[in-house]
């Protein structure tokens, strides 16, 4: 057998494969070109999958006449010169192989035009070679269009999938992009017709919107999250940013998770843990998070140059990564009140036929962090998963299966931790809310209840009873704190006027508390499925689902591994 050197032509095209995988990779390399060129906008149109024709035009800094020609050598590259500067890649391309490749198993047609000239350059390549170049005018930018990709490559052209898949695998790619550059404007035309076109704004919000629609855009939760790993007993900064659904938005399969380092699109194995964590007991077996994650780290602190496509990448302290990423969604998701949601259910509540206009349950109010219980500090979140209702026992237990056994809730004990919760977020935001009294409501106070009723006025009206005295003992009552329906605001101020305070006794506290067992749905009770069903969301969105606020438990779940081992499966 005769050992002989490829041809060059060979050999180039070979090497194009590793790059070159699919018309998307195309697509890929050309947008980070663009990008890399500094674009404020980039179009790209194909036809047939990519495999017809695949044009990409930037308003860029473009090529200069003078290396117009070289870009597409092999190896050849604007944006490294040294060994070293492979240690801080800043840029999406390096390796000078993507012209070089793709002109080496398609027709390539190039306009481009610098800043500082009117008149730019045009030049046709066939099989790699230039077969024309020519000057013409064009404002600065570059439009580059591939034709015929792979036909002088038959043995990949069978390993494609059909036009569709590869428009979507096209479409994937300018998505990925548009999500990771918020502030550029895309407009991806396929066969004629706009597959995606977002604004520019900088705003990500703006482009899930474009991209996931509008009810998924409203259950989007910010990230921001300032993390420091450490190194050697250095610490890196990493910094977090992105979005993530709330969990009632939640995906089949996990293509909906997009990671960009130092806004490189990458695929990471690590992430998509630390994000799936993060998410632990919110979502239902098989069920996968939408998360836009950007994580910007020193350059030195990634290895760009791991993966032939540059798709993944690896990190210097790759667990120091996994657990800023795993904290920061954690966080969002802990803190944020999908208000979309309650929202939502309380709709569906007041359509019930059952008579009532007003909803039995009041969601916990959530604007901001600061309307954050202070209890949240000390006390890690119990997280509840999704559970599903399954009925009612002895008119005070709801019996619920999660995806880790059955649950029985004490409904008093639980509908009191919600309570307790939207009153500390009402009282830290607006303020709790008020409901005036049709007519005065005169009563009369023990002595005991009259020192109470003098030393605790002002926490009394800042909790909503407007309450003057009139007369001996004798007091009016105004207006109430809207919680306490009807009947049951004169038990409760007679408990919050009778308990004994101590010294060390926080007297707000106390108020809540009382306020929120007063409101709360009593033992004994009835309740409609709807009811349930509400009441336990409510449940999933406390900051501590487990306990009431004296702390006495609120459930007992019985896991499905105690089931199996009671009936002596295992
Ligand atoms: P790399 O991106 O790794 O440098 P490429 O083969 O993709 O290698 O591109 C070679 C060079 O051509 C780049 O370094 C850049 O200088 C130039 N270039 C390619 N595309 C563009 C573009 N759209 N705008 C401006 N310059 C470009
Ligand atoms: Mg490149």
Not at 31 to 46: C, F, R, S, V
Not at 110 to 117: A, C, M, R
Not at 215 to 234: F, K, P
Request: with cysteine; charged share 20%.
């Amino acid at each position: 057998m005769n050992i002989k050197v490829l041809s060059p032509q060979v050999a180039a095209k070979i090497a194009a494969g590793e790059v070159v995988e699919r018309p998307a990779s195309v697509v890929k390399e050309l947008l980070e070109n663009a990008l890399d060129a500094g674009a404020g906008q980039i179009a790209i149109e194909t036809k047939g999958g990519g495999l017809e024709s695949i044009r990409i035009t930037d308003d860029g800094c473009g090529i200069a006449a003078e290396d117009v020609e070289t870009a597409f050598g092999r190896y050849a590259t604007s944006k490294i010169t040294r060994v070293e500067d492979l240690d801080g890649i800043a840029t999406l391309g390096f390796r000078g192989e993507a012209l070089a490749s793709i002109a080496a198993v398609a027709q390539v047609d190039l306009t481009t035009g610098i800043k500082e000239s009117t008149v730019g350059d045009s030049l046709t390549l066939k099989d790699g070679l230039v077969v024309r170049h020519i000057q013409q005018a064009r404002p600065h930018g570059t439009t580059i269009t591939v034709r015929d990709l792979f036909r002088n490559v038959p043995a990949r052209l069978k390993f494609l999938k059909s036009t569709a898949t590869e428009n979507s695998h096209i479409a994937n790619v300018v998505s990925q992009y548009a999500l990771a550059y918020p502030e550029i404007r895309f407009f991806l035309n396929i066969d004629g017709r706009t597959a995606l076109q977002t604004t520019g704004s900088g705003k990500l919000i703006d482009v899930i919107l474009e991209i996931y629609g509008l009810e998924t855009a409203h259950r989007m939760l910010e990230i921001s999250g300032g993390e420091v790993g450490w190194q050697d007993g250095q610490a890196v900064p990493i910094t977090v940013t992105g979005m993530v659904g709330a969990p009632s938005v939640n995906k089949a399969g996990r293509d909906s998770l997009s990671f960009f380092v130092n806004r490189r699109v990458i695929g990471s194995r690590l992430l998509t843990r630390a994000v799936e964590e993060a998410y632990q007991g919110l979502l239902m077996q098989g069920r996968h998070p939408i998360a836009i994650i950007n994580i910007n780290l020193p350059p030195s602190e990634v290895d760009v140059n791991i993966h032939p496509t540059k798709a993944e990448v690896k990190f210097q302290n790759e667990r120091a990564v996994f657990t800023a990423v795993q904290r920061a969604v954690r966080s969002v998701l802990v803190t944020s009140a999908p208000v979309a949601k309650i929202e939502e259910s309380q709709k569906q509540y007041t359509g019930q036929s059952s008579g009532m206009t007003q909803p039995l349950w009041s969601g916990p109010v959530r604007e901001n962090s600061a309307a954050q219980p202070s209890t949240n500090a000390q006390s890690p979140r119990m997280t509840l998963p999704l559970l599903r209702v399954l009925g009612q026992a002895a008119a005070n237990y709801i019996v619920a299966e999660g995806p880790d056994g059955v649950y029985v809730i004490d409904q008093h004990a639980a509908h009191e931790r919600i309570m307790y919760e939207k009153l500390l977020a009402e009282k830290a935001t607006r303020g709790i809310q008020v409901q005036g009294m049709l007519e005065p409501y005169s009563f009369e106070v023990t002595p005991p209840q009259d020192e109470m009723l003098k030393a605790e006025a002002a926490q009394l009206q800042d909790f909503g009873f407007t309450i003057e005295a009139f007369g001996e003992r004798t007091y009016l009552v105004r207006a109430v704190p809207s919680v306490l329906k009807d009947g049951d605001w004169l038990p409760a101020l007679r408990e919050i006027l009778d308990s004994p305070r101590g010294k060390t006794t926080d007297v707000e506290d106390d108020i809540i508390k009382s306020l929120a067992c007063h409101s709360a749905v009593r033992a004994g009770k009835m309740l409609t499925d709807d009811e349930m069903r509400e009441l336990i969301r409510q449940l999933e969105q406390v900051n501590l689902p487990n306990t009431c606020p004296h702390g006495r438990p609120t459930m007992l779940h019985l896991s499905i591994g105690q089931l199996e081992k009671e009936f002596g499966r295992i």
